[in-house]
């Protein structure tokens, strides 16, 4: 790298994880996990969303947050769409969904309202999300990010003390690349990356074939040329979009389920990379 490129890019490291910054946990919860894609459409917060239950049936207090500002998924994907209640005008209590702190953005706002926000307002709506919600006593929150590298990633980096993220993403090449910038965006934050997952990996049809519908191999070789761990492959599979569509996550509804039986070691792994 010649000098000035080295230059740039430790201005660009300090400008993101600056040393002065003070990260603090989200108040309520132990450890903060993050689900993350660097493209939308491959299933990040239908994963996220799988997850958090199955961490849940591990015996642990989950929360899960749902970072997406601008695209809100969360109340359609646990089929949940009340107002959340407020205490002293201040906080914002999260919603219950089968023992799940759950809370969105989507939950504050009219479903089809379209959130049309500049930055400063992003960010100041994270503020809300991760500081004025009582969570209660979380072992563990799972944060459903918004796809890329925006304000809501640079907020997250600079303000909460995350202790790992997890990169999602179908194994075609157009998401890979992406996928690359999702983990040096990572790494120059200094955010740990557990590891990345394979979604929509192959689909295995009636004459019990596996075909390969995005490619093959991709993600994980992605994670070995990173030298990062490759967490696990979820196969493109209709009960689990019919889930997502129902409301009612597989994890939770058919916990003997292949997917959720997958979800459930993903789960595991990181639960032993927590502790
Ligand atoms: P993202 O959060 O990355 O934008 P979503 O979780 O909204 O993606 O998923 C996009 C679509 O793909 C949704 O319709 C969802 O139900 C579906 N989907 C996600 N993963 C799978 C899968 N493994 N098999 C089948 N459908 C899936």
Redesign the pocket.
């Known amino acids: 790298m010649s000098e000035k490129k080295a230059e740039m890019s430790q201005a660009m490291k300090e400008k993101l994880a600056p040393k002065n910054f003070v990260k603090n946990p989200i108040k309520g919860t132990k450890f903060t996990v993050m689900v993350s894609?660097a493209?939308?459409?491959?299933?990040?917060?239908?994963?996220a969303v799988n997850l958090a239950f199955s961490l849940k049936q591990l015996g642990k207090n989950v929360g899960l947050l749902d970072a997406d500002i601008y695209?809100p998924?969360l109340p359609k994907l646990i089929g949940r769409n009340e107002k959340p209640e407020n205490k002293d005008g201040k906080y914002i209590v999260p919603i219950d969904s089968h023992g799940v702190q759950c809370m969105s953005m989507g939950f504050l706002v009219e479903e089809t309202t379209p959130m049309i926000w500049r930055g400063p307002m992003v960010i100041s709506a994270i503020k809300t999300l991760t500081e004025r919600v009582l969570w209660n006593d979380l072992d563990i929150i799972v944060v459903?990010m918004p796809?890329g590298t925006g304000d809501t990633q640079l907020t997250f980096a600079q303000h909460i003390k995350v202790d790992g993220a997890i990169i999602?993403s179908t194994p075609q090449d157009i998401a890979l690349l992406d996928v690359k910038r999702g983990i040096q965006m990572f790494d120059k934050t200094k955010i740990n990356i557990f590891g990345l997952v394979d979604?929509?990996s192959f689909f295995r049809a009636d004459d019990g074939k596996n075909y390969n519908i995005f490619g093959e191999g991709g993600v994980e070789k992605t994670a070995k040329e990173f030298d990062k761990d490759f967490l696990g492959k979820?196969?493109?599979?209709?009960d689990?979009?019919e889930s997502?569509?129902k409301g009612m996550p597989l994890t939770l509804s058919d916990t003997k389920h292949e997917?959720s039986l997958i979800i459930k070691e993903i789960a595991e792994k990181i639960l032993k990379k927590l502790n």
């Open positions: 894609s493209k939308g459409g491959v299933g990040k917060s239908t994963f695209g998924s459903d796809p999602i979604n929509m979820i196969p493109l599979h209709q689990l979009r997502a569509d997917i």
